[in-house]
C-alpha cells in the first residue's frame, strides 16, 4: 500500500508575502536551511513527464503490496536484483524520493525555486512526518498553483515566504505533478522570474568549483 498520513489539510499562505527578490545565485547555491536539498535547474516538460511515468509505475506497484509502505518495498527489491535500474530510476528521479520528485520537477519546470521534497515514511529514515515539497513561487505562479493545489486535495504552509505543499499520501502530491504539466502552458506564458536568468551559468560554477 502507499502510506497515508494523519494530517489536517489547510491553505495557510498569503501571496502578497512570499519571499521575493531571489537572485540565480540563491537558488543554485541554496537559501534556506535544508542544505541536503540540491537545485533541480530548468527541466524541460519532457524530463518532468518522464519522471511522473516512472513514479506512476512505482505507485501502481506499491498499492498493489500489503506492506505499510510498498513503495519502500519495491524499492529494496529493485536494488537487490536489478541495481543499474535501480540508479536509472534514481537518476530520473533527481535523486529525490519517489511520490514528490514529479511534483518538484514539475514546479521547476514552471519556473518556480523548489528548496525541498520528502515523501515522509512509516519508518525514521524520512525527514517529514508526511509528504511536502518547499517552493517559493511568484505571486502570479502562486496564484494559479493555489487553485491547482485545491483541486489535488493538498495543502499549502506558508512559514517565513517559503510554501510546504502538502498531502496525506505521496499519491496526492504525484496528482499535484501532473495537474501542473496540463497546465504548463499558462506557466510558459508568464514571465519569468529574475533569478532563471544565469542560474544554469551559477550551477556549472558550482560544479566547477
Known sequence: MVPEFDVEIRHRHELSDLLSGLTAADVAGGFTEHHDYHC???????????CLAREAAVLEEATS?????????????ILESDDLGYFDLMCVLQGNDVGVAGLSLALSAARTATFYSCSGGVDNNHHASYPMVGVVPDALRGALITELVKLAHCGIDQQRGRW??????VTALHALGQAIVKHRSAFDAMPDPAWVGGLDEELKRLNDS
Open 40 to 50: 533541480l535547474g530548468l527541466p524541460s516538460w519532457a524530463e518532468v513527464e518522464e
Open 65 to 77: 503490496s500489503d506492506a505499510p509502505d510498498g513503495v519502500e518495498v519495491f524499492l529494496e527489491a
Open 164 to 169: 510546504y505543499l502538502y498531502g496525506r499520501s
